[in-house]
């Protein structure tokens, strides 16, 4: 088979990029010919296809009247990544496109020659963009569905983008130039929904349920798993507001026994550490950025993994590898956490910013003896094993693929 991936960057950005590398590496020892279109950048992985990839736009800074108006036209529609992707298909002629994020970078300019071309097209819904404005569903502190039945104005009001006036101005238009042209409903024949929770929420807003299949995330399965006997607890992701850091600090702040190292950056680092620091929580260890090498080994000895996100967490990968390793995960009722950790067996569930309740959860934890903890990792593992494996995920992504081929 001949595919083409396209996704708005070809680095390591997050964890959209990092899953379709992997794709793309393991299709390639499949026998497939694999093919990238994406925006330039000194950044980007190497690519035989780079030299069609398409200028990269500086969406977080003003560079002067002119530039800003040319990028804001590019947001709604890029041309330039329009001439490239039509040239894309004119060369490879692929026998399947798969999409991953197009927005803001590449914009919905790309659908227009697959549609002309009638090729077979999936999507990869890494988050709720195809719904949401700012695509987190998530503003102003607390999970958003204002926009549900095309009410973007609301994205204007409530800043949901940027705390500028023409990001937001710019994503109520976009959203609302997609949805009357219905692009990516016209063009896209199957949406693959990493989670259950997902697909429904996709459904709900809208989107046709004859197009939208489950696909869960893939994670690799060590081994052996991870020995614990580090003492302490840990959450891997960014700091950032969605992911409710603050109740679980405020929570273990007088648990002094109980460390919990915390390893990310974003742009609530400085005020969470305030919040433990006046909490006298020096047992809240923030540990920044770490290597990829070195969250492994963070993960190997820890007693467990915490993930207190408040928003719709889609498929959390961070907690997808922390099951693989066979940790107990104490993960919030909300997004797709469910579907991943169900209470008192991999883990327990706890209710998403109630300091109260993650207090509660924290010491259930605590009286749980090795033997409980080592079952509730074993239980972890079986679950990843059956069904969240590379494997499971590249022989369904195919039948997808044929699926959509007809």
Known sequence: MRILHINKFFDLHGGAEMYMHRVMEAQRRAGHEVHALSTRSEKNLPSPDASSFVTRSHLDRSEGPAKDAIKAMRFLWNREAEVA????????????????????????????????????????????????????????????????????????????????????????????????????????????????????????????????????????????????????????????????????IEAVAKMPELIIKIVGRGPEEARLRAIAEKAGAHHVEFLGFQSPEEVTRLRERAEA???????????????????????????????????????????????????????RALRRFQALSSESRARMGAISREKVRLTYTWQTHLENLEICYNEAKG
């Open 305 to 359: 993994f915490v993930l207190p996100s408040i928003w719709y967490e889609n498929a959390s990968l961070a907690l997808l590898e922390a099951m693989a390793d066979g940790l107990p995960c104490l993960a919030t009722r909300i997004g797709g956490n469910p579907e991943l950790i169900e209470d008192e067996k991999q883990g327990f569930l706890v209710t998403p910013g109630d300091v109260r309740d993650w207090h």
């Open 85 to 248: 992707c039509q040239q894309a298909l004119e060369t490879i002629r692929p026998d399947v496109v798969h999409l991953h994020n197009l927005y803001h970078h590449l914009s919905t300019s790309v659908l227009a020659p697959i549609r002309r071309a009638n090729i077979p097209c999936v999507q990869t819904l890494h988050d709720y963009k195809l719904a949401c404005p700012n695509y987190k569903m998530f503003t102003e502190g607390s999970p958003c569905e204002r926009c549900k039945g095309g009410h973007y104005e609301n994205a204007i009001k409530h800043h949901c983008l940027s705390s500028g006036f023409l990001p937001n101005v710019l994503a109520a238009l976009e959203m609302g130039m997609t949805k009357a042209r219905q692009s990516y409903e016209r063009t896209v024949r199957l949406f693959l929904c990493p989670s259950r929770f997902l697909q429904e929420k996709m459904e709900d807003w809208g989107e046709p349920p004859g197009k939208l299949r489950y696909l869960p995330n893939p994670v690799d399965l060590p081994t052996i798993p991870a020995s614990r006997g580090g003492g302490y607890l840990l959450f891997v992701g960014r700091l950032s507001a969605e992911k409710g850091l603050d109740s679980l």
